[in-house]
């Protein structure tokens, strides 16, 4: 069997269970460490039976409901690999279009001044890394009520060589608690309303840290705590930047503009043009 033949019969065994057919290019590119480029080039190369039966057994995890980033062990975030585990969030596409609105703001409202930003919810640190490693006058804290996600963090932080300060604790409270204030809060907290659990994919529901995903009755939670701690972190001319979910960002800055009167406050759209991060920067005098 060539590769070319692997990944045919693949995308069938994917397409008949309604599972997402670039899973079976996900692992081939994984068990030869090659790029899309480089498989193409060698589609009509024997494959060993080895890795045909590894191959089999790891679609067969998947269609069970493992998600195929658990199988590999990361996931790509702005062209660097993260690790993931059961127990961080697998990060995802439209959260890296946070990280470009982020330092986009920052460098519009502080130039090349050196501010202290924190992550809030690290998981597996893929935005407080990328940030820090994308904009060398971010001075980044990391927080995370999970202590098995501040483990993964660090990994990564160590492997891509990223200069990042990890805090175990939950939200903003460990700040609050050594009186550290910060020019920029950024964080993509969970925010899927416990409703919704039923019509997750089981690939999410089954395998992701509910910690990480859900947000209360609502999904608003978290919003509604970070309200209260928000003022006594942030100076007086600071950065909010929060991801949502579908339908709350309008919600979202409401919530803001009660809190900071002073502020002005956006809603940006993702590349599928959904409402799905809201900032609120300037005057943050509550």
């Keep these: 069997m060539t590769i070319r033949e692997a990944l045919k019969w693949a995308s069938s065994f994917l397409k008949e269970r309604n599972l997402e ?31 045909v039966t590894r191959f089999e057994k790891d679609l067969e995890r998947h269609a069970q409901g493992e998600p195929v980033q658990h199988i590999i062990g990361y996931e790509e975030f702005y062209g660097r690999r993260f690790i993931v585990n059961k127990h961080v969030l697998i990060p ?44 060398e006058t971010l001075d980044v804290l990391a927080v995370d009520i999970s202590a098995e996600a501040l483990d993964v963090a660090k990994r990564n932080a160590k492997e891509l060589e990223a200069q990042v300060t990890f805090k175990h604790g939950d939200l903003l409270t460990p700040l609050l ?28 529901r089954d395998h992701e ?16 705590r970070f309200m209260e701690q928000l003022p006594h972190v942030l100076k007086e001319q600071s950065l909010v930047a929060f991801e949502v979910g579908v339908g709350q960002a309008e919600v979202v800055r409401k919530m803001l503009v009660s809190t900071f009167p002073h502020a002005t406050t956006e809603i940006k759209v993702d590349i599928n043009g959904k409402e799905r991060m809201v900032f609120a920067y300037g005057d943050m005098r509550s």
Aim: overall charge negative.
């Design 21 to 51: 057919q670039p899973v079976a290019e996900w692992l081939l590119r994984h068990y030869y460490q090659a790029n899309r480029a480089k498989l193409f080039m060698i589609l009509d190369e024997a494959i060993e039976l080895e890795l």
């Design 177 to 204: 608690e050594e009186s550290v204030q910060v020019e920029a809060v950024v964080s993509n907290p969970p925010y899927i309303p416990l409703s919704d659990a039923p019509g997750l994919a089981v690939h999410v």
């Design 209 to 224: 840290p509910h910690l990480a995903l859900f947000g209360g009755e609502d999904g608003l939670d978290l919003y509604r």
């Design 92 to 135: 995802r596409p439209e959260t890296e279009e946070l990280v470009v609105a982020v330092t986009e703001l920052k460098q519009k409202l502080f130039q090349k001044e050196k501010i202290k930003l924190v992550d809030v919810g690290t998981g597996s640190g893929a935005i407080s890394i990328t940030l820090a490693l994308e904009d």
